[in-house]
């Protein structure tokens, strides 16, 4: 059993990747603007905005959109201190009490522990299960993280499967205030 209580975080992964891409964009087009309109005066302005607009379209490129592959456009995830095989038994006991059956795949990974996806028909979610680091992790331990990943908008469905899974991982949940 967890001490601490725990809720699934939210993330809009499409919209975070489309600011920065809008913002390299438009840092772009304005670089390339003041260029052509001011001329000389304009090239280190110009040569600045057109840095930052690079960088920020490298940095998208290599943190945002593996992350939107991977998790999809909007996911919630959750992490505990369970193995991989505990995760994937809530999982599967909270898909086959709404009486689906679920199937778990395993992605092929370098990784030693590669990552499960856990999909049930009739459940437009898919739960990837992997080992990963606890960003507020002080001491050793494997942690597990659970990312719920679904192509629709949250329903109240979705949030009953979400808590049936934390009450079999023996999670508990804050209050909602």
Not at 150 to 164: C, H, S, T, Y
Request: charged share 25%.
């Amino acid at each position: 059993m967890e001490s601490r209580p725990a809720d699934w975080a939210y993330a809009n992964n499409a919209r975070i990747a489309s600011f920065f891409l809008g913002l390299a964009m438009l840092l772009l087009g304005l670089g390339v603007l003041a260029v052509a309109a001011f001329g000389q005066d304009a090239a280190v302005a110009g040569a600045g905005l057109l840095t930052i607009a690079v960088f920020l379209l490298v940095f998208c490129v290599l943190v945002f959109v593996p992350r939107l592959a991977r998790r999809g456009a909007v996911s919630f995830s959750v992490y505990s201190r369970r193995s991989m095989d505990d995760a994937e038994q809530a999982i599967r006991a909270a898909i086959e009490a709404s009486g689906r059956t679920a199937r778990v795949e395993r992605v092929r990974s370098r990784s030693r522990t590669p990552p499960r996806i856990v999909t049930a028909e009739g459940i437009p979610a898919k739960f990837r299960i992997e080992i990963t680091r606890h960003p507020s992790a002080s001491g050793p331990g494997e942690w597990t993280e659970i990312i719920e990943s679904f192509p629709e908008r949250d329903e109240a469905a979705a949030r009953a499967l979400r808590m049936k899974i934390l009450e079999g991982l023996g999670i508990s949940t804050p209050p909602k205030a």
